[in-house]
């Protein structure tokens, strides 16, 4: 039987490559996003590969992520895999000069966010005895780096969720783990620099990482046989040793 995947964040970047990637491996998707635009066009491409259903709503608004996930029809409302994608990061800025505008946005989205749609969707999961949760995380949750901080702190606590959520789940044979990525080259610079033109040198000089890169790792955690759980994956491109060291070509 097909398989459905939920992912959140799916209107750019690592989320739509994933829904691609699941599309092409005949996965059914509920593809989430605060764009219905987007949605729409993505949903009319992958139509003819697979069974697509979208919800429009932004994750951290608690009430409107729990509506949402509860409309879905019969066809799609039960999930085997959730991909917790959304998230972002809200300027580059020492903890003493930060916006406490972005540090709210960044820890509505990262955290709270992830926390509303996994708590709409875990409860079929431990019903049914079977799942897969795979929260994306970031090299950030790993190592924290000069003005990094809140955006740091945020990605560090998908961490710890996962992990305790890899815990509480386990009588339930319920798989759980993260993906961390470095730099991937998608609209995340143009929302952490909002919109100025020091986000096009972010990439400059190297090879990053692309969204595909990351979509294809996850199809393969998902793929791999019932007894085998990847809990964490941590991707750099090749020109990325650590959160701060990445060869450039001048």
Not at 78 to 89: H, S, T, V
Not at 232 to 246: E, H, I, K, R
Request: glycine letters at 8%; one cysteine or more.
């Amino acid at each position: 039987m097909k398989k459905t995947a939920l992912i959140t964040g799916a209107t750019s970047g690592i989320g739509e490559a994933t829904a691609y990637e699941f599309a092409k491996q005949g996965i059914n998707l509920v593809l989430c996003g605060r764009r219905l635009e987007r949605l729409n066009t993505i949903q009319k491409a992958l139509e003819r590969l697979t069974d697509v259903y979208i919800l429009n709503f932004d994750v951290r608004n608690k009430k409107e992520a729990f509506k949402a996930i509860e409309s879905l029809p019969d066809k799609f409302k039960n999930i085997d895999i959730l991909i917790n994608n959304a998230g972002n990061a809200h300027g580059l800025d020492p903890i003493n000069e930060g916006s406490i505008d972005d540090w709210d946005a960044m820890m509505d989205i990262n955290v709270k966010g992830l926390l509303y749609v996994s708590k709409a969707i875990i409860p079929q999961m431990t019903d049914q005895k079977s799942g897969h949760i795979i929260n994306i995380g970031s090299s950030a949750g790993k190592e924290v780096y000069p003005k990094g901080n809140v955006y740091c702190a945020s990605k560090h606590a998908v961490l710890a969720i996962t992990e305790g959520m890899r815990i509480d789940l386990n009588p339930y044979g319920i798989k759980v783990g993260a993906i961390n990525p470095g730099l991937v080259e998608t609209e995340f610079s143009q929302v952490r620099f909002k919109g100025d033109k020091m986000a096009d040198s972010v990439y400059k000089g190297f090879k990053a990482l692309q969204a595909k890169d990351i979509a294809e790792v996850i199809y393969f955690v998902v793929s791999r046989p019932a007894h085998v759980n990847i809990a964490d994956v941590l991707m750099f491109c090749t020109a990325q040793a650590n959160s701060t060291l990445v060869k450039k070509s001048l």
